[in-house]
């Protein structure tokens, strides 16, 4: 019997080429898109402002400027506080801060060379006390101003010469690198240089006035009051026109752990910003020898 094939047409699957052609398109998006996405996020890059890094600032009219990070400027507020406390003159600040710069990075570390610990990297071995009172910033700064003050003359040496003259360090002339930082630093939170002082920070913690109310007391203990006004700002009062600088500028390195976001003295105003270390402005009502503080919420 003769068989006839029937004249229909059977359906086939996509050709090898057809999937190719299909596959090259899928690429040439995939890649359009990737590049797109690419110049997008360059662009935003490009757009969103490059802050700076977060810390405080000493500017001197000299030009001369330096930056300390919150730790930093953290242990620069106590030992400048402890040579305040002491009623020494801001050179001894000025010695303490170059030394520390050199010995520990103005960080206050458990290790060090052999057993040296803290800011100044004492040693307990060599009767600076044991490491838990080392590694107390007041402590340490107290008993580094201690020795200092037994050296004679201190108060107009060379401060390299006298800081290794205390320390007895195996790099005798290192200290010197530190001294143009050391004395901005210490005549601006002494009061001596007003409104040079400015801080950045990009956190939101909650006000605590008392981390500053007990480093006032710590320092001036009556000489300087304070209180908290109805809006919630902390206003201090000081005997004369630096003390009032050296309290506002002092105040801003303890800024990031009081929650602080402006401060007025004398004629000047400081406030906080959120994307640039911000410069004094002149005050709508000046105020000789009271500090206003403010606060977050």
Known sequence: MTTTRGSGTTSRGPTVVGCAVVGLIAVVLCSIIATIVTQLAHRSEELAPVLPDEGCMVSLDSGFTTTLTWEQAHNAAIIVGESIRRGLPARAATIALVTAYQESGLRNLDHGDRDSVGLFQQRPSQGWGTVEQIMDPWYSSGAFYTELVKID????????????????????QAYAQHEDKGRAWASALNGYDP???????TTAPGASVTVLTNFFE???????TSEVDATGSLRVTTPDETKAW???QLSMLLGRQAGMTGVAVGNQTWTRSDTEYAI?????????SSVVINLRP
């Open 153 to 172: 003359g201190w108060e107009s040496g060379v401060i390299n010469d006298v800081a290794q003259t205390v320390q007895r360090s195996g790099f005798p």
């Open 195 to 201: 409104a040079t002082v400015t801080c950045f920070d």
């Open 218 to 224: 710590a320092i001036w203990d009556d000489a300087v």
């Open 246 to 248: 050296a309290v506002a």
């Open 280 to 288: 004094w402005q002149a005050a709508a009502q000046p105020s000789a």
